[in-house]
């Protein structure tokens, strides 16, 4: 004889006609709780933070469900070709291997995003495993042997991190897992790149780069690591100097330098004249106002109306304040009577 709930009576059970075996299922599948994921399941991994990670073989994603409250918390996140197995390091990196696109995508269980480039492996890959020491294997059904992936990098600090524009400064990266690392700054490579035996220190030389921040990222067999805006370029500073040309005292008959006042500011570093820099003209304590220099780096200021007040103070000043990559300087303009 066999036996199912009795309706309206929850939990008392009475004969009935279905075959044993049936209501046992029953029984079962009351008792689960399903939660719909991508296509076609097929691994899953449980991170330190108590998440669940579902590789999609159908879907080619991986679905993140949150184990305390068994509801799915990110759908989909894109991975290679047929993903299978997946093992989570103590890391907190998820590693999904990728069966049709030979290769390991890795995900950062933190954020729920895929870091750094799929590591590629042998032909087909399929299971996973992580080892004590950090080392990933994976076992590639069609190549027939296993891949070893080291554990993944870590990047602490840059020291200097600053430099000029025009690269070549020496630099020590500090961090972990770092043997056989490429480094980059700004997206560019550097050069001269160094790791001591424990993959602990890199030394290298920056490219040049673009005045402002540069995330600096170094690469390995087993995964990148960045530190953003790590390294900042700073544009060359170059000396200038500023001539002021004198007034002049006698206005009849008309001189050269009257009646404008003016001054010619030069990087020191080229040699050329610079334009479009403001200077200010000033005598005392009185500003007689400012002028940009032009294509050959002279500003004129009309002295007209103001000479009386710069023929009682003995000249005038012109200033340059400086800019980021060019240094301030100053001139004085003397009276000349002719």
């Not at 159908?58 to 469900?65: G, K, L, Q, Y």
């Not at 799915?72 to 390091?89: D, L």
């Not at 990196?93 to 933190?110: E, F, G, L, R, W």
Request: proline share 10%.
């Amino acid at each position: 004889m066999s036996t199912n709930f009795q309706p309206g009576l929850p939990g008392l059970l009475s004969a009935t006609a279905l075959p044993t075996a049936r209501t046992a299922a029953q029984i079962r599948l009351l008792a689960l709780t399903t939660i719909p994921v991508g296509d076609q399941p097929v691994g899953v991994a449980v991170a330190a933070n108590g998440n669940a990670y579902v590789t999609n073989t159908a879907s080619n994603d991986v679905t993140v469900i949150n184990t305390a409250t068994d509801t799915v918390i990110v759908p989909s996140i894109p991975v290679g070709i047929n993903p299978t197995g997946i093992a989570v390091a103590p890391n907190g990196k998820a590693y999904v291997a990728d069966v049709n696109s030979d290769d390991v995508t890795v995900i950062d269980t933190t954020t729920n995003t895929v870091v750094c480039t799929p590591i590629p492996v042998g032909t087909n890959p399929f299971a996973v495993a992580v080892a004590p020491n950090g080392k990933i294997y994976v076992t590639n059904q069609t190549s027939d042997d296993v891949s070893v992936i080291p554990p993944f990098p870590t990047l602490t600090s840059i020291s200097p991190n600053q430099g000029p524009t025009a690269g070549g400064t020496p630099v020590t990266l500090l961090g972990t897992n770092l043997t056989g690392a490429t480094v980059t700054i700004g997206g560019n490579p550097a050069t001269g790149v160094s790791v001591n035996p424990g993959g602990t220190a890199i030394h290298a030389f920056t490219p040049p780069g673009a005045p402002g921040p540069a995330t600096v990222t170094v690469k390995t067999d087993g995964g990148c690591a960045s530190l953003v805006n790590g390294f900042t370029y700073v544009s060359p500073v170059h000396a200038t100097s500023l001539t002021a040309t004198p007034a002049l005292s006698k206005l009849f008959p008309p001189h050269v330098y009257f009646p404008f006042l003016t001054a010619t500011l030069k990087d020191l570093v080229t040699g050329l004249p610079v334009p479009g820099q403001t200077i200010t003209f000033k005598t005392g304590t009185h500003v007689l106002g400012t002028a940009t220099t032009n294509a050959q780096g002279t500003a004129k200021l009309d002295e007209t109306l103001t000479f009386p007040l710069i023929l009682a103070n003995g000249g005038y000043d012109a200033t340059f304040a400086g800019t980021g990559t060019l240094l301030p300087s100053s001139a004085h303009g003397e009276i000349l009577t002719p």
